[in-house]
């Protein structure tokens, strides 16, 4: 019997929920918070309110915290202190996280510059980062970009880009009840292991997951709306496929595993895959196949 999950239409009010409002509020300064203006850069600890939008942004040292109160960032935002908090603002030029830990943003949005082709939101040689409620809509080619990152949430998210996230070299982060969309790729990791996908909506061209050289990942209760392959496995092992739900365009399959070994696919929900639901090549061995029956 297919056990095919209903959360879609849920996943897809998470999407628009991620959408902040973001209306400048009336400022109420604490004796401690400080404005920022002009183009800002946040070289001591403390906390810190924005009253307008800024020309940029750069955050330098550690132990801060910024209410956007709802505006924008119109330049570029560079962090690079831990234990820095960013909440309710608008990165409109999106942003840089290096050489930091214990980055959180929430409730907040990215949006990509449409002529600048770098990609928009990138967290590198950084780690125990969060990210909630926040939506990334990016124009550009590449949306999210994780480079040697470990042990990162988003949650609640929405991201939007014609490549939408892509991991490298990146391990034990976290991806629970977000929505990837595009028209083109939706997420890629290469040399990266141990990440968690579970609970996320995947709705564009695909496919959905590409893994190259990755292992121990796991994917769990996600839902794959796709035109040409739920996941596609290359020389990657060892990945947990559990309770996922498929649907795909014409001549397309659910998962293909090439050159990989011992993963497991367990109770997945494939019986809207046009066309074979597993396919295993270039000496593939070893995996476990006990899919949902249709």
Avoid at 18 to 42: I, N
Avoid at 98 to 105: E, L, M, N
Avoid at 112 to 132: E, I, K, L, N
Wanted: aromatic share 4%; with cysteine.
């Amino acid at each position: 019997m297919s056990t095919r999950l209903t959360r879609r239409e849920t996943l897809r009010g998470l999407g628009l929920a991620a959408l902040p409002a973001l209306t400048p509020g009336v400022l109420q300064l604490r004796t401690d918070e400080e404005v920022l203006s002009g183009c800002a850069s946040v070289t001591e600890p403390g906390n810190y309110v924005l009253d307008g939008n800024l020309d940029c942004l750069e955050v330098l040292a550690d132990d801060v915290r910024i209410d956007g109160r709802g505006y924008a960032v119109v330049g570029e935002t560079t962090i690079s202190g831990s234990r820095v908090s960013i909440a309710d603002i608008v990165l409109t030029k999106g942003g840089r996280i290096t050489d930091s830990s214990r980055v959180s943003i929430a409730d907040s949005r990215v949006v990509g510059h449409p002529d600048d082709w770098r990609p928009q939101f990138v967290v590198a040689d950084s780690s125990r980062c969060a990210v909630t409620n926040t939506s990334f809509f990016t124009p550009s080619v590449e949306g999210v970009i994780l480079d040697r990152v470990e042990r990162t949430r988003f949650e609640s998210c929405t991201l939007i880009s014609p490549v939408v996230l892509t991991l490298a070299d990146s391990h034990r982060n976290e991806f629970v009840d977000c929505e990837f969309r595009t028209d083109t790729i939706q997420v890629l990791l290469y040399g990266s292991t141990q990440n968690s996908f579970q609970r996320n909506l995947v709705d564009g061209e695909g496919p959905g997951f590409n893994l190259r050289d990755s292992h121990r990942n796991r994917f769990v209760e996600n839902e794959v709306d796709i035109i040409i392959a739920g996941f596609e496995l290359v020389g990657s092992d060892r990945n947990a496929i559990h309770r996922n739900v498929v649907t795909t365009g014409l001549l397309a399959h659910g998962v293909t595993l090439e050159d990989s070994h011992r993963n497991r696919l367990i109770q997945n929900d494939l019986c809207g895959v046009s066309q074979q639901p597993v396919v295993e090549s270039g000496g593939s061995t070893g995996n476990t196949v006990r899919n949902a029956r249709c």
